[in-house]
């Protein structure tokens, strides 16, 4: 069983009318292959207090447990150092997992969740980018290694673009000057 690099985001919303358009979008990426949800969990607290929930998976219950033992060690479930202890986090991990914890504990998910101001929400999501997993095979039949990865949110590329232009002009300057 390949599985795609697990992402977990948590985004606190403004408010809850965003829900269904935000439901709509990771409708189109599931069905057309891009994602696959592992667990959502969408929190809302309403005006006098109390919190309304919506879950959400792709998986089946024996996926979730299969799953769980890889991802719960991923999200924070640490392997210990003989077999024994790899084996007890693991299932700790899948029942972590199955139980829809996140890698996070319950009082972990609580907190956040009664951090929430009155009318805001939280959208918990740990999802696969499932379209990673055919280059993710390629990779591993021709012996390639990940050395490293993580994520650059776009915010970052803009204030770095423009260090980036001018470390182009200075390469192309170099590249012109090197030629006459």
Known sequence: MTIGPVQLVVVELQNDKLHGQIMRE?????????VRILDLLFVAKQQDGTLATLEDTDLT?????????????LLGLEAGESQEDV???AEAGALAFADQTFGLSEADIRDIAAGLPRGKSALFILFEHHWAIAIKEALQQGGGVVRAQGLVPPETLEVVSDLVTALQEDMDQSDQASLH
């Open 26 to 34: 990771l409708t189109t990426l599931r069905n057309s292959g891009t």
């Open 61 to 73: 219950g024996d996926q979730r447990m299969a799953y769980g033992a890889v991802i719960g060690g």
């Open 87 to 89: 084996e007890v986090d």
